[in-house]
């Protein structure tokens, strides 16, 4: 995708604009009527369009007129020998972002483009970090000295400067999201947008929207064009977590994108090429569901070109120290932890990994005062003094129960409905992201 499209009908002028921007390093491409342009619009995406005023088949303000109904993001600029200040206004009332009289200073004509598209590069960060529902995380850190991390960041380090399709495989918890952040941060593309997307986390009739955007008018309630996933990760990196909970039709869309680079949005007619570095991740076994005809054969060996197998905080034991330090440091707690505490949550076996390691932490400070000892750090199956003993306050006691209670109720209602959240969500009624929220924040206490 180019970042400039002009439309001009003079040959000369339309090369020597093209030329000059492209000495500029900045990309474009060349039409001379406006019926050309519409149809451009509407398989492709510019941020910017020059527009001549006198075309052969349509005057510039209509054609800016059409335009804006294909795309509300670009900007335009009118561009004119018979410049008037009635089409001046015009222009700029249907949304012209400038009004140039030839003959202008190609000079100034970079500066002003290259703001813009300084500008439009935000417009996208900013819409990845409306709709992206993780915190934004600065350069990764990945804690640990054990053999297993280090051989892990081994690997994560020969293929991050690549654009090799990585597939993050691991236990829930084990820290996927922050491997892949590293792998980003890491690359050629870290100066563009890493866009992650959980695939388990959104109703499958919803997920193709988010993957691959939608027309106006695709569905009900789409009123304006919706940019994807894929096409916000433009020139970036794009994370599937969770990449084994795709059906059947969406892994054939997917497959289609890591081989020919495009794809089509819902309600669209025209392909979109997008230059994408893929990095997925699952905690399921990805060959078993091959074997069982619920992942694609051929999307799997895509997208295990370079696998990398995060180790569970059990293969690491003796990370845990370092992770509990982090940790307090992370939650802003100057805590001293007893050797005791230490030896205790060295000894148990962390079915949810880090991710439980965290919520341990963050539960015993809430608990303890100036020290954290053994009987702070409550886990699973352990000989624990009644919880009331531990609690201090009524505020306390009031958090824990009413959480214990929901997660109780949320994990029975799954149970009911297959693991359906829809559905779950429908009989508990609340809405889906609720739920999701409630599900996130209860696995992290360890209460799910």
């Known amino acids: 995708m180019a970042d400039v499209l002009i439309i001009e009908d003079k040959t000369s002028f339309g090369e020597m604009l093209r030329s000059s921007l492209e000495d500029a390093g900045i990309s474009c491409n060349l039409v001379r009527k406006g019926r050309e342009a519409i149809q451009l619009f509407k398989k492709e995406q510019y941020g910017i369009a020059l527009i001549d005023l006198r075309l052969p088949d349509i005057n510039g303000v209509d054609l800016l007129r059409e335009l804006k109904k294909f795309d509300t993001d670009t900007r335009f600029i009118i561009m004119t020998a018979f410049g008037s200040i009635e089409r001046a206004v015009e222009a700029i009332k249907l949304g012209a972002y400038d009004f140039l009289t030839k003959p202008f200073e190609i000079e100034y004509l970079i500066k002003l483009l290259t703001r813009m598209i300084e500008d439009r590069q935000c417009l996208y960060e900013n819409i990845v970090l409306k709709e992206e529902t993780h915190k934004i995380y600065g350069l990764p850190v990945i804690i640990g000295q054990s053999s297993a991390i280090k051989k892990t960041s081994e690997l994560l380090k020969k293929a991050a400067p690549t654009d090799t399709t990585v597939l993050l495989l691991g236990d829930s918890g ?154 307090l440091k992370r939650l802003g707690v100057n805590k001293k932890i007893t050797d005791k505490a230490q030896a205790k949550l060295q000894e148990y076996h962390w079915p949810g990994n880090i991710r439980e390691l965290e919520n341990t932490i963050e539960r015993a400070v809430i608990l303890s005062q100036d020290v954290i000892n053994a009987e702070h750090v409550l886990l699973p199956g352990s000989r624990e003094k009644p919880l009331a003993e531990k609690i201090k306050t009524l505020k306390q006691a009031a958090m824990c129960g009413r959480a214990a209670a929901e997660a109780e109720m949320i994990k029975k209602m799954l149970e009911q409905t297959k693991g359906n959240k829809a559905a779950a969500a429908r009989r508990l009624k609340v809405s889906y992201k609720t739920l999701l929220n409630r599900i996130k924040q209860y696995e992290k206490k360890g209460l799910l």
Not at 212 to 233: D, H, I, M, P
Not at 301 to 309: C, D, E, G
């Open 174 to 327: 084990t820290g996927k999201e922050l491997f892949a952040r590293a792998c980003h941060m890491l690359s050629l593309r870290k100066e563009n947008p890493f866009v992650p997307l959980n695939c388990a986390a959104i109703p499958h009739e919803l997920l193709e929207n988010e993957l691959f955007g939608s027309e106006k008018g695709a569905f009900t309630g789409a009123v304006a064009r919706k940019l994807g996933k894929f096409e916000l990760a433009h020139k970036g990196t794009i994370f599937l977590d969770e990449i084994g909970d795709l059906d059947l039709d969406l892994q054939a869309k997917i497959l289609r994108v890591l081989q020919e680079k495009n794809f089509e949005r819902l309600g669209g007619t025209f392909t979109i090429s997008v230059d994408v570095r893929v990095i997925a991740a699952s905690n399921k076994d990805l060959l078993k569901l091959v074997k069982e005809k619920r992942f694609r054969e051929d999307l799997y060996y895509r997208l295990s070109v370079f696998p990398i197998a995060i180790p569970s905080l059990r293969e690491r034991n003796e990370d845990i120290p370092l992770l509990v330090d982090y940790t």
